[in-house]
């Protein structure tokens, strides 16, 4: 998984205001939902984000086109309210890179 402001892939972010001691099985319950859709058409790849206190949980996904996307979504769209069970909000929205920060690294 990569970014890149080219355009090549769209990129879905999507957060989810949680508790502390909801996270895990928020993060637990996006895992099991991943793996058994990583196979769709046009899928590129998912990263998982939380936050360090607890409240929140950040989808990060790659899809090769919007078409691909919301043909995912026609598939798949009513499986999105198991994870309401885990979040008070869930705000998805699709992004554009408008910049990219990549300095050169000494390794």
């Keep these: 998984m990569y970014i890149s402001k ?15 001691e909801q996270q895990q099985a928020l993060i637990n319950l ?9 196979d769709e058409p046009g899928y590129v790849g998912t990263a998982l984000h939380k ?25 798949h769209g009513a499986d999105f309210a198991q994870f309401g069970q885990y979040a008070s909000n869930i705000d998805p929205h699709i992004y554009d890179v408008v910049y990219l920060d990549e ?3 000494n390794e």
Excluded: C, M
């Design 51 to 75: 936050s360090t206190d607890g409240t929140r949980v950040i989808n990060y996904a790659h899809w090769r086109s919007q078409a691909d996307f919301d043909a995912f979504l026609k598939r």
């Design 103 to 105: 300095p050169a690294r």
């Design 6 to 20: 080219e355009g090549e892939l769209i990129t879905l972010i999507n957060v989810f205001d949680t508790t502390p």
């Design 30 to 38: 996006w895992i099991r939902f991943t793996e058994e859709v990583r």
